[in-house]
């Protein structure tokens, strides 16, 4: 086991620990112990990664003396729906689960946005523990308490604000990751130094080519820096009444390109690094962002193997999405827009001439 690192995170009336570091999955169980008030347990995972670490870390607890039990979702985001949600209240009924239980989501977002709600709203919530397994889950969707799933109309439209007891991200854990979910996870990371850290941002451009090659001193690094930034950003503003809206940068485009193309051709971090790479011009025509910063993001995007453009994707169909995006505002889209690497601007309002000009202007 490596060295680890421990980020705070502290939200109004509740303050909990990420912890980072590679092999530390089988110390779950004696972190626990102050954390919870009963040893009973459910574990819920994905299909993928429950033979690999949602059973491990039930025999582990089990072990250790709790009540542990595995659940395991069919992989993949049509398992974030209400027709999960029931199958899994059902069995925290048949494992017994009360108030003082405890949910352990072992996996990437799908399982930890749907374990979470499910913490949430069983016996009008339980205990959460956080094991994210994919990059984007370490750095993002584990931190900060967002829960829920989806409806047939949209994504992610129920929901609660729910925040875990612990977060335990054993970076081991991504040498099992595919290259293409390590790459969309980076998107993220690469997000955190736009809007927050020009030093991560010069991180990434040095060391992209080793974070590809899974490198964990430098994926450790990364994850810990992330996890600090969303820390900071959540215990400002935990339910987005405003400054929490800066994670979204590249998000408002992103988003649209992932639902005009039914969710089935761009991963999140896929589409949202086009997101960024829009948002980037969008900032040159709007908020000052410098052509030599416009050209460094979208280098690093490249370096990361991830898209810039969407040339197939008609401005007409996106733009229609993102006036309906549940962060419009009465139909008008908001943006998130750089001033510099760094440094960033939120709600801001965009003359729809001018966003149709840059899309079609990246259309070559
Ligand atoms: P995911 O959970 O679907 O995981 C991606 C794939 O990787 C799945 O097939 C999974 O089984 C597999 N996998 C997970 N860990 C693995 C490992 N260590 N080795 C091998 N395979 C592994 O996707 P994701 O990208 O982690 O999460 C996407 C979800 O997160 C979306 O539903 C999105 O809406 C949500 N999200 C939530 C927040 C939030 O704040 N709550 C933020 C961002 C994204
Ligand atoms: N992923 C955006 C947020 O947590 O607010």
């Known amino acids: 086991m490596s ?16 912890v980072i570091g ?43 003396g709790y009540e542990a039990a595995l659940a395991s979702i069919p992989a993949g985001e049509s398992s974030k729906s209400g027709d999960q949600l029931f199958t ?11 108030r003082k239980s405890t949910i352990v989501a072992v996996g990437g977002g799908v399982v930890g946005d749907l374990a979470g709600y499910l913490a949430a709203s069983y016996l ?12 984007l889950a370490m750095v993002d969707s584990s931190v900060g308490g967002k829960t829920g799933i989806n409806l047939p109309r949209g994504k992610n439209l129920v929901g609660a604000f729910y925040q875990p007891r612990l977060v335990l991200a054993d970076t081991g854990v ?14 993220e990371v690469i997000k955190y130094g736009v809007i927050r850290d020009p030093d991560l941002f010069a991180l990434l451009e040095a060391s992209m080519p080793s974070l590809l090659d899974r490198d964990n001193a430098w994926i450790n690094r990364i994850v810990s ?7 900071e950003v959540v215990a400002a503003d935990e339910k987005e009444s405003g400054l929490r809206s800066i994670l979204n940068f590249g998000h408002t ?47 690093l995007i490249e370096k990361t193997g991830l898209p810039v453009r969407a040339p197939d994707l008609s401005w007409e169909d996106l733009a229609t999405v ?32 001018v966003a149709a000009d840059v899309w079609a202007g990246m259309a070559g």
């Open 22 to 64: 590679e092999g530390i999955l089988p110390t779950l169980p004696e972190r626990l112990g102050p954390l919870v008030p009963s040893r009973r347990i459910l574990v819920v995972s994905d299909d993928n990664v429950a033979g690999a670490y949602g059973r491990p870390v039930t025999d582990a607890l089990t072990s250790a």
């Open 174 to 187: 991504l040498t099992t990751l595919p290259d293409r979910e390590l790459r969309a996870g980076l998107a």
């Open 253 to 299: 485009l992103g988003h649209a390109v992932e639902a005009v193309t039914g969710y089935t051709t761009y991963l999140h971090g896929e589409a949202i690094a086009v997101g960024m790479a829009f948002a980037a011009r969008l900032s040159g025509a709007t908020t000052g962002l410098s052509g030599k910063d416009i050209t460094r993001l979208e280098s």
């Open 225 to 231: 820096r992330s996890c600090e930034i969303k820390a």
């Open 322 to 353: 993102m006036k309906r995006d549940k962060k419009s505002v009465a139909g008008i889209p908001k943006f998130v827009l750089a001033e510099t690497i760094g440094r960033v601007r939120f709600g801001i309002d965009v003359d729809p001439g």
């Open 88 to 98: 899994l209240y059902d069995k925290a009924l048949d494992h017994g689960l009360d």
């Open 3 to 18: 060295a680890t690192t421990t980020v705070p995170v502290k939200v109004p009336g509740h303050t909990y620990d990420i």
């Open 124 to 135: 009008r919530g339980i205990h959460l523990i956080q094991v994210p397994t994919t990059l």
